[in-house]
């Protein structure tokens, strides 16, 4: 079993950046693709960004490219979303989600773990 806690959320000003951190314990997390996913009221969730199990492939929605990197350290079993430039659209609760699947998808249906999320606020 794979437990995934995400953290780094919190309160910024437009144009701020954050890091968000996805720590995964009680497997090899090497084995997963990692997506972010994020969700704001009364929105749908929506995939953010991938990455593959050696950090060779990433995927960016449209809306955070150029903004948004995603990176891995597999010895430290964590893995980063570093988000430049934040918008108040970007404000939701953040997701990390693990698959044992070596593909990329923005599907929220194809992850097997999930963590409980942390919230991204960006005001004035």
């Known amino acids: 079993q794979l437990q995934l806690v995400e953290s780094g959320g919190g309160l910024v000003q437009p144009g701020g950046s954050l890091t968000l951190s996805c720590a995964a314990s009680?497997?090899?997390?090497?084995?997963?693709?990692i997506g972010w996913f994020r969700q704001a009221p009364g929105k749908e969730r929506e995939g953010v960004s991938c990455?593959?199990?050696?950090?060779?492939?990433?995927n960016y929605e449209d809306s955070v490219k150029g903004r948004f990197t995603i990176s891995r350290d597999n010895a430290k079993n964590t893995v980063y979303l570093q988000m430049n430039s934040l918008k108040p659209e970007d404000t939701a609760v953040y997701y990390c989600?693990?698959?044992?699947?070596?593909?990329?998808?923005?599907?929220?249906?194809?992850?097997?773990?999930w963590g409980r999320g942390t919230q991204v606020t960006v005001s004035s």
């Open positions: 990455i593959t199990r050696g950090g060779d492939i990433t």
């Open positions: 989600a693990a698959r044992a699947r070596n593909y990329c998808s923005g599907y929220s249906s194809v992850y097997d773990y």
């Open positions: 009680g497997f090899t997390s090497d084995y997963y693709v």
